[in-house]
């Protein structure tokens, strides 16, 4: 599995984003994100963001 995405770095595809803990743990928390737009700040420090449900139309695949 991937590492996750830390806030500030530009999302690779659209989708929905959950935030997981410091150690990968899923929160439920999720975000909406578009490609190539930043990933947005999180609650705590140390967390990051997972794909969990990518768009399904075509607009956020290369």
């Known amino acids: 599995m991937a ?18 803990g410091p150690r990968g743990g899923r929160t439920g928390d999720e975000r909406t994100v578009v490609r ?13 963001y997972r794909l969990v449900d990518s768009t399904k139309n ?5």
């Open 3 to 20: 590492p996750p995405l830390k806030p500030g770095q530009t999302a690779p595809r659209s989708g929905q984003y959950e935030q997981v």
């Open 36 to 48: 190539g737009e930043p990933m947005p700040p999180t609650p705590k420090p140390g967390m990051g």
């Open 58 to 62: 075509g607009a956020g695949r290369k």
